[in-house]
């Protein structure tokens, strides 16, 4: 680990700079909450018109300090923060938390930037500005003036809103979710969400991470810390509208909202969303205390068929449908339940379950190959005492012996089921008091496991590609004051990185179109060719299934007439004839520059699909043709794609390739393509292959 960074968050030693004797101040909190939580390093409070602070030797400045300082805690106000920052850098401080708000959150932003700058050029690290500070369980530290270490767990919560962190902090202890590190990270002036990521995934005290999260200055580098981690994410995105959309010139642009880019990004990168703060813990409890599912098969064992439904329709909603299970489990759950109950799954044991009967179902369906999960539900009866059957449970638990497995347990009743479900959490099993949570928490570790086996798939290898003649098409684009280049230029694009167009060239004369039709061979499609005419058909510029030379000449004439038409002052470079490709399911490619994640490629079926359903997938390029063949699994109409209504499978396989193709090329040229679009792309039966039809680019601005 970073020795830097650990002198940051895990440090022997902190000055508190600005520390206060007036109790209403945070410079007198933080001390206090140092010596409340038994920090065992140096406490050296700052103040020069102190001499003792709480009992510690209070110093004039952090140089007149005689000991070795790793962080210091700093709460004067804004003006003073620079000084301050090279004090510490003189003394050799090797991290900064920086508490003081009134920096890049109102506007001042070259300040907090030169503060960093100053802090860089002495070799420290700096957290904030504009945080609680940061706490700790295992190392006995309370930097912060949150009230108190949240209830110990192995979660780590990094926190961007520091208010939220204060209120989730209390909250540990009434939803009994438990967290080592609790790390606020307000204006991310220097130490950002990735970095954390990547501390955290090497932190011995941190099962799972914690994130609530606004704004992200780079995603590509949270997505690559996220997925290098080894350990489940769980995350809380706040503050997303689809504010901006609308201004984009390509298709792809206009249906890309922050939103939509941003969950694909969180999805990609392997992260659990969570929707709401209740979610966020529920979800933390199930990841931070069990090991993830390695297989589908769920097995849910209760005493009531009502929230073994309610289960049962949580395992569909949440994707992993049960299954009946096989007749060794079924034989095995038999033994120990009443002849009116059901082995299938739910395992119903009836409400005459007592102890031993879950005691015995737990520890053999727990330790049975076939159970890869196993959620045990519990409702209040009259003949058993919850605290009994939470102790039968964890026993049977302890005795199956297995340590892969992940359990996760609800009771449903009143104050008794409530200790008993907090009496389990203390033992590490998540206890929830609703069914479809518990089934949702264990899912949430399926899901988990199979992000690990997706994050392990290799990238993709584009092969043969041609960008030196794909940024020399640009150039010439550009060299005409062009912002967008024409269809024929796209595909010329495209094919430089092994998409599949469909033949084109450009006719500046009757004749030349004549001749190109007769290379190409009928039927053929011609088009008009006008960076200013972005929407051909809008414009009457496109004649489709043109069979014969005359047809050739009456297109010519009549494209070029409306193009005129429509807009007179367009520059008309010619019209494109180009092969006419046959008619099959109508899919749409396309890409944009996000401005927090950079490239991202769009996929969608074509027509209706994408103008009136809007349904398309993102990922943030480049991309594996794995990852490339989930997207197509991921819309809606996905069915479509494996043949509806008597029609044959699409080539899936091949359209794979071409979005992986498609994701490498937008990556590669993102200095130079800001939005793109292949619309339509044509996607033929198994085996048959791709073909790109219509291409657009449009440049970034230089
Ligand atoms: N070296 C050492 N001590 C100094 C220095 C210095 N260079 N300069 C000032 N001090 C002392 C002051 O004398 C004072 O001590 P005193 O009480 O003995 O007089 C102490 O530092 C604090 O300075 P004050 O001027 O009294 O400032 P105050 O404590 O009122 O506010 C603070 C300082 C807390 C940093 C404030 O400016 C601020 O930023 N508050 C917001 C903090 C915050 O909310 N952070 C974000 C959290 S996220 C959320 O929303 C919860």
């Known amino acids: 680990m970073d020795p830097i960074l650990t002198g940051l968050l895990k440090p022997k030693s902190i000055a508190i700079i600005g520390a206060s004797t007036n109790p209403t101040k945070i410079g007198y909190k933080v001390v206090l909450n140092l010596i409340e939580s038994q920090y065992k390093g140096g406490i050296y409070p700052v103040n020069p018109s102190a001499t003792e602070i709480l009992g510690l030797k209070c ?36 991290g900064l938390i920086i508490i003081t708000s009134g920096f890049g959150e109102v506007g001042d932003v070259e300040l907090e930037r030169e503060i960093v700058r100053v802090a860089k050029s002495y070799g420290m690290r700096v957290l904030g500005p504009n945080i609680v500070g940061t706490l700790s369980n295992s190392d006995h530290m309370n930097a912060s003036f949150a009230p108190f270490l949240p209830l110990p767990g192995k979660a780590s919560l990094v926190s961007q809103s520091g208010a939220l962190l204060i209120a989730m902090d209390a909250a540990t202890y009434t939803r009994r979710v438990g967290f080592d590190k609790m790390i606020s ?93 209740n979610d966020l813990f529920d979800s933390t409890l199930a990841l931070s205390l069990q090991p993830t599912m390695k297989g589908d098969n769920l097995l849910i064992l209760t005493n009531g068929g009502g929230v073994g439904v309610l289960a049962t329709d949580a395992a569909e909603k949440y994707g992993l449908p049960l299954k009946f299970a096989p007749p060794e ?94 009496w389990l959490v203390e033992r590490g099993l998540p206890a929830y008091n609703a069914p479809d949570l518990a089934v949702k928490s264990i899912i949430n570790l399926r899901k988990q496991q ?189 069915a479509i794609l494996d043949g509806t209504r008597g029609e044959l499978p699409r080539d899936k396989a091949a359209l794979a390739k071409a979005l992986a193709a498609y994701a490498y090329m937008v990556d590669d040229l993102k200095d130079e393509v800001a939005e793109s679009d292949a619309n339509p792309v044509i996607l033929y039966e198994t085996g048959k292959g791709v073909k790109v039809v219509d291409a657009r680019i449009i440049l970034t601005k230089k």
Not at 209 to 215: A, N, R
Not at 359 to 365: F, G, I, M, P, Q
Request: aromatic fraction near 6%.
């Open 329 to 422: 489990v079924q034989e095995e759950m038999k033994k120990h339940m009443p002849d009116f109950g059901s082995a299938k799954n739910p395992v119903d044991m009836t409400g005459m379950a007592g102890n031993d009967w879950y005691y015995e179902t737990t520890k053999s369906a727990f330790a049975h190959p076939w159970v890869d999960g196993l959620v045990v539900l519990y409702c209040q009866t009259a003949i058993t005492n919850p605290a009994e059957i939470a102790e039968a449970i964890h026993r049977g638990i302890k005795d199956a012996g297995v340590t892969d497995k992940p359990v996760t347990i609800s009771f449903v009743g009143g104050e008794e089921c409530d200790n008993a479900m907090e």
């Open 450 to 638: 199979q992000i690990s086996e997706i994050n392990n798939n290799g990238s993709y290898n584009p092969g043969k590609i041609d960008s030196e003649k794909a940024r020399a098409i640009i150039a010439v684009a550009r060299k005409a004051g062009r912002d967008a280049l024409t269809e024929i230029e796209a595909k010329q694009v495209f094919k430089c990185y092994g998409l599949p167009v469909t033949a084109t060239d450009l006719a500046t004369s009757e004749e030349e179109a004549v001749e190109l039709a007769e290379k190409i061979g009928f039927p053929i499609v011609m088009k008009i060719v006008s960076a200013d005419i972005l929407h051909k058909s809008d414009a009457g510029g496109v004649k489709v299934n043109i069979k014969n030379t005359d047809q050739v000449r009456e297109a010519y004439r009549t494209i070029l007439e409306n193009a005129r038409n429509y807009k007179p002052d367009a520059l008309i470079e010619g019209v494109a004839v180009q092969e006419m490709a046959p008619w099959a399911t109508e899919v749409i490619i396309g890409s944009i520059n996000d401005k927090t994640f950079g490239p991202t490629v769009m996929f969608g079926l074509g027509g209706i699909f994408v103008e009136v359903l809007k349904d398309v997938v993102f990922r943030v390029a480049p991309i594996s043709v794995e990852e490339a063949m989930r997207m197509q699994n991921e819309i809606r109409s996905a």
């Open 59 to 94: 110093y004039p400045t952090v140089n007149d300090i005689p000991y070795v300082v790793d962080a210091a805690v700093i709460t004067v106000p804004a003006k003073g923060v620079l000084e301050v920052t090279k004090q510490c850098g003189e003394k050799g401080v090797k």
């Open 185 to 277: 990270i307000g204006n991310m002036s220097d130490v950002d969400f990735a970095e954390l990521i990547r501390y955290l995934s090497e932190d011995p005290d941190t099962s799972c991470i914690t994130l609530y999260v606004e704004g992200l200055h780079d995603g590509r580098e949270f997505i690559n810390a996220a997925r290098a981690c080894k350990k489940p994410i769980i995350m809380l995105k706040a503050g997303v509208s689809e504010h901006g959309a609308a201004a984009a010139a390509s298709h792809t642009g206009s249906l890309a909202g922050a939103a939509k880019v941003y969950s694909a990004a969180i999805e990609q990168a392997g992260i659990t969303q969570a929707t709401d703060l």
